[in-house]
């Protein structure tokens, strides 16, 4: 994925190939794109270890901490229970991110979005990371590692 981004391209659908094998679709990234707040920290990661072409920055979305805002809906169930936000506050500030990315981009399925709210409620209520958000670590370390 990382040397997709590197060169301004996209990940697309996956398909069997066989019992073995997988393909997968590549597509060059336009400016209009959709990233993917996950996606957007790998190409941050991949700036600062000076691996992005210039065909990859190119196709760059705004990666200001100022372009991520979050749903006001999203805002109001996390401050509902205050063992919840408390919860959620201390959580890593990737992990929150890619979270709530990962509900409101399916804001139009009001079904979708319920699921994946009431799914991030009930594991932060446990106060409980879960799903895959900093690709093995190296997102939420490589600032460290440098």
């Given at each position: 994925?990382e040397?997709?981004?590197?060169?301004?391209w996209?990940?697309?659908?996956k398909?069997?190939?066989?019992?073995?094998e997988?393909?997968q679709r590549?597509?060059?990234r336009t400016?209009?794109?959709?990233?993917t707040e996950?996606?957007?920290?790998?190409?941050?990661r991949?700036?600062?270890l000076?691996?992005?072409?210039?065909?990859?920055?190119?196709?760059?979305p705004?990666?200001?901490?100022?372009?991520f805002v979050?749903d006001p809906q999203?805002?109001?169930?996390?401050?509902?229970?205050p063992?919840?936000q408390?919860?959620?506050?201390?959580?890593?500030e990737?992990?929150q991110?890619?979270?709530i990315?990962?509900?409101?981009r399916?804001?139009?399925?009001?079904?979708?979005?319920e699921?994946r709210l009431e799914k991030?409620l009930t594991?932060?209520?446990?106060?409980?990371?879960f799903?895959?958000w900093?690709?093995n670590?190296r997102?939420?370390s490589?600032?460290?590692?440098?």
């Amino acid at each position: 994925m990382e040397e997709a981004l590197c060169f301004g391209w996209i990940d697309g659908t996956k398909k069997k190939l066989s019992q073995t094998e997988i393909g997968q679709r590549l597509s060059p990234r336009t400016k209009k794109s959709q990233w993917t707040e996950l996606n957007k920290e790998r190409a941050r990661r991949l700036i600062y270890l000076d691996l992005m072409t210039d065909l990859g920055r190119a196709t760059l979305p705004d990666l200001s901490p100022e372009s991520f805002v979050i749903d006001p809906q999203i805002i109001q169930a996390l401050e509902a229970d205050p063992e919840i936000q408390q919860n959620f506050s201390a959580f890593p500030e990737l992990y929150q991110r890619i979270k709530i990315d990962n509900i409101q981009r399916y804001g139009a399925d009001v079904e979708l979005f319920e699921r994946r709210l009431e799914k991030l409620l009930t594991n932060t209520k446990a106060n409980q990371l879960f799903g895959a958000w900093d690709d093995n670590g190296r997102l939420s370390s490589y600032k460290k590692n440098s």
